[in-house]
Nanobody, 124 residues
Framework: QVQLVESGGGSVQAGGSLRLSCAAS????????MGWFRQAPGKEREGVAA???????SYADSTKGRFTISKDDNKNTLYLEMNSLKPEDTGMYYC??????????????????WGQGTQVTVSS
């Protein structure tokens, strides 16, 4: 199993940027489908962005054009570059992984390995 540890969260003003990292250990992310999810207080966890083993990204409509998912297989790390942040982007951000093929990469049930999360707060 792969262990995931997120970092890079923080508090920013609207319009600002943050870069989240997800460091993996125990296995290589090269073999995994990877995703970023977020959960705001009182809301369900939702998919933000995902990337296939070959590095093909997919995005939620709410983040398309503002967020960029990438990975460095050599560093065994997944990234999420977030620009033009909005207050509605506030939430706990989680990294997720699955060794198996993921048909719907932006749904939570597609993943079986999760990190503990990193908090992102965007103020207006």
């Amino acid at each position: 199993q792969v262990q995931l540890v997120e970092s890079g969260g923080g508090s920013v003003q609207a319009g600002g940027s943050l870069r989240l990292s997800c460091a993996a250990s125990g296995d290589t992310i090269r073999n995994h489908y990877m995703g970023w999810f977020r959960q705001a207080p009182g809301k369900e966890r939702e998919g933000v962005a995902a990337v296939t083993r070959r590095g093909v990204p997919s995005y939620a409509d709410s983040t398309k054009g503002r967020f960029t998912i990438s990975k460095d297989d050599n560093k065994n790390t997944l990234y999420l570059e977030m620009n033009s942040l909005k207050p509605e982007d506030t939430g706990m951000y989680y990294c997720a992984a699955n060794l198996k093929v993921v048909q719907f990469p932006l749904i939570t049930d597609a993943y079986d390995q999760w990190g503990q999360g990193t908090q992102v707060t965007v103020s207006s």
